[in-house]
């Protein structure tokens, strides 16, 4: 015996015996544990012959041979197997062949004790209280006679309540009924009810089947009524459930009937219905005594026989789905449930097959798990965070891209990924944002930060609940996060606002440099009209001091211009050194004036030769140095630090300054944007502008109440063997 076979026969509630049957006689092959039980059977008897263990071993031995022998199944009523004064209603002897083997199962049920001077009176008394179902006895006036125990466990009432009395289980509105009850007992001996409803003792209503049954005297006078009641709550439970399941699943379209066939023991067909026709494409006659097995795909057979063998052999109904042959040549997917069908003559010689097309179910089931495929792939390879948790955090499902964004790192909670990676005035807004989804069902979105290796990184996510009661696959509430990268985007929006801010600061700077230059023109007319007149060497010099400071004014007006349409650069070889010097002379006697301590160090020997603009560079250093002065008081220092290597050159801008707050910071160089009361913030921005125009960088360093540090990088005029200068973070310059 196979082993899902015996795990089917060991819960099995009849005893279950089965012998192997050869010309030495009757031996015990198995017993399940009813078997056990009922016989008081000990380990270790498999393989005795049936004489040590049974009384009856010459009839249990004479049986086995006739169902063998007939090659069918052979039954014998009120049969004892071990205690004479036990006998079994039915006792079934299934032959069954295996190779060259013989073997016979006895299946034994419902046992009783035989007492053979037991009366009519007791016999009649024994089954009406033993009875399954509830029996009522009432006289014509009304009054009840007899009720037995299962009456009383169906309606609550007890024999002590209602014998005696009268006793109306009628529900209100059932008028008409019990009017016909009346008419068809006047007429007929027997009336049946199939379906209808009564009142239990606590006022509810029980669906049941009732039989009346009139009682007569031996002079034929009807002297009572009896009422047999059967429980039928659990057949209309079961339909409901079936109906619900079947709109659940759409298994089978609206006015779809069943296929039904009975088929005898070797599968031949001997009824089958008229839906054939419509569900199969075959007339119901084309069926008729043939193999039921033809029409099943080859591919299924062996299963679909498996389940029959089973159900011929235990006798309770089974299930199973397989290819069923149309009249077109193909196959459609049918549901079966195979039953036995008994008569009085022969149990389990006919069974009764009832199936449904459930092609379009099994299609809808294809379908479905091509798109669950389709959609985990896309899922699985999307870039965006996904995330499912429960109400305590649990993660459920994690995204690919999760994973690899936190480096293939266990996460089995999303509160502990949030501690880890969310910043905390972000992470505390999630918490909150989590408990009120959980706690609303409504789905909302926010945007967070995280920090990951020294780097912040935003992200916009929705949060959307997957209520348990609407998602039969999940046992408790959950939370689906979708969280998506945006710090790219908000990247780009900051450049665009900067791009158009500096479009903006360009035509501003066009507008000035056209106004300035029409009085400029006028200025610079007159002024050399009023030199060519003047001989006095003072006022020669007063005048070519104005036409300098004119000169200057017309540059910065050209420069503006370079914010509006930006022109070519020209390069000139200039010695760094020069350059800063005239700067910082410039600012000695404010320095003096203010009591601000400058210092001006060159870390390099060598001279140090840029390819630059010179008054460009100049109006740089100066705007760094006036901001510089600006920003200390009497005491403070200016600590310039110059160094270079091959390649390039490093310009340290060191105060000590009041500095600038770490919330402002990111600003600075910005259009527009200063800390000056009267500032409007170009002075940094074309800082950035001249030194990139010169291949160079501006970065900016600054701590609160602690001085800022200005840093520029140019390139060096390249030897001729020298490649073109690269920027790195470590270049081997250290100034500080």
């Known amino acids: 015996m196979k082993q899902f076979e015996q795990a089917l026969m060991d819960s099995y509630p009849d005893p279950y015996l089965l012998f192997k049957v050869n010309d030495a006689g009757c031996f015990l092959e198995y017993a399940n544990k009813a078997s056990t039980d009922a016989f008081d059977l000990q380990e270790g008897l498999i393989g005795r012959p049936i004489e040590q263990l049974f009384e009856s071993s010459a009839a249990i031995s004479q049986g086995c041979n006739d169902a063998i022998h007939q090659g069918a199944q052979v039954t014998k009523k009120h049969f004892s197997i071990a205690k004479k004064e036990v006998l079994y209603e039915s006792v079934s002897f299934v032959p069954i062949k295996q190779g060259d083997s013989n073997y016979c199962g006895i299946i034994l049920y419902n046992p009783y004790f035989a007492d053979k001077h037991m009366t009519d009176d007791q016999m009649l008394e024994n ?205 459609i997917w049918v549901e079966m449930i195979g039953s036995p069908l008994y008569d009085q003559h022969a149990p ?176 610079a007319g007159f002024l050399r009209m009023i030199d060519e007149g003047i001989t006095d060497p003072v006022y020669k010099g007063y005048i070519d001091i104005i036409t300098g400071e004119l000169n200057n004014i017309e540059r910065i007006a050209d420069e503006f211009m370079d914010l509006a349409k930006p022109h070519v650069v020209h390069l000139e070889e200039a010695d760094l050194t020069d350059i800063v010097d005239s700067c910082v002379r410039l600012f000695e006697g404010t320095a003096f004036l203010q009591g601000i301590n400058m210092d001006v160090q060159y870390l390099t020997d060598t001279q140090i030769i840029l390819n630059c603009q010179k008054s460009a560079l100049k109006r740089v250093f100066i705007n760094i140095m006036k901001n510089a002065m600006e920003a200390m008081g009497k005491g403070d220092e200016l600590n310039i630090k110059i160094g270079a290597n091959e390649h390039i050159v490093k310009l340290f801008f060191i105060d000590s300054g009041k500095g600038i707050e770490k919330d402002r910071l990111q600003f600075i160089g910005e259009p527009f944007y200063s800390t000056k009361e009267k500032g409007i913030g170009l002075g940094l921005m074309m800082s950035r502008k001249i030194v990139r125009e010169h291949g160079g960088r501006l970065i900016i360093d600054s701590e609160y109440k602690q001085g800022t540090t200005i840093e520029i990088r140019l390139p060096l005029v390249p030897k001729r063997t020298d490649e073109p200068p690269k920027f790195n973070e470590n270049d081997g310059i250290t100034l500080l």
């Open 127 to 331: 089954i009406f209280r033993s009875s399954p179902n509830a029996l009522l006895i009432q006289h014509l006036d009304g009054e009840t006679y007899r009720v037995n125990p299962a009456f009383t466990e169906m309606f609550g009432w007890k024999d002590s309540e209602v014998l005696g009395n009268g006793v109306s289980l009628f529900p209100s509105g059932f008028e008409k009924e019990y009017e016909e009850i009346v008419r068809q007992l006047r007429k007929h001996d027997i009336y049946n009810i199939p379906k209808t409803k009564r009142v239990h003792k606590d006022g509810t209503l029980k669906d049941v089947s009732i039989c009346y049954i009139n009682i007569y005297n031996h002079r034929r006078e009807r002297t009572a009524v009896a009422r047999l009641y059967g429980d039928i709550s659990q057949q209309i439970l079961f339909k409901e459930k079936y109906i619900k399941k079947k709109n659940s699943y759409q298994l089978i379209a609206e006015n779809m009937k069943d296929l039904v066939s009975i088929v005898d023991m070797s599968g031949k067909v001997a009824y089958s219905s008229p839906s054939h026709l419509h569900v199969t494409g075959f007339t119901a006659e084309s069926y008729l005594n043939r193999n039921v097995f033809r029409f099943i795909h080859p591919d299924d057979r062996r299963h679909v026989l498996n389940q029959f063998r089973q159900m011929v052999t235990v006798g309770k109904s089974v299930q199973a789905e397989f290819r069923y042959l149309h009249a077109s040549l193909d196959y």
């Open 348 to 523: 389990f010689e006919k069974f009764l097959i009832v199936g449904r097309d459930i092609t379009a179910r099994k299609q809808a089931d294809k379908a479905l798990q091509e798109s669950e495929t389709k959609y985990r792939l896309i899922l699985e390879n999307t870039s965006d965070f996904v995330f499912t948790f429960c109400q305590e955090g649990n993660i459920q499902y994690v995204s690919p891209s999760a994973k690899e964004w936190m480096m293939h790192k266990p996460c089995d909670n999303f509160y502990t990924f949030m501690d880890e990676y969310v910043v905390g005035d972000d992470r505390d807004l999630l918490h909150h944002m989590i408990k009120h989804v959980f706690q609303k069902e409504n789905p909302e979105q926010l945007a967070f930060t995280t920090e990951k290796s020294g780097r912040s990184y935003t992200f916009d996510a929705v949060l959307t609940p997957l209520i348990s009661k609407e998602y039969s696959e999940y046992e408790e509430n959950m939370i689906l996060i979708i969280a998506r990268d945006i710090t790219k985007r908000l990247e780009d929006e900051h450049v665009s606002m900067q791009l158009e801010k500096m479009s903006t600061v360009g035509q501003l700077a066009a507008g000035i440099a056209h106004e300035l230059r029409n009085p400029l023109t006028s200025v």
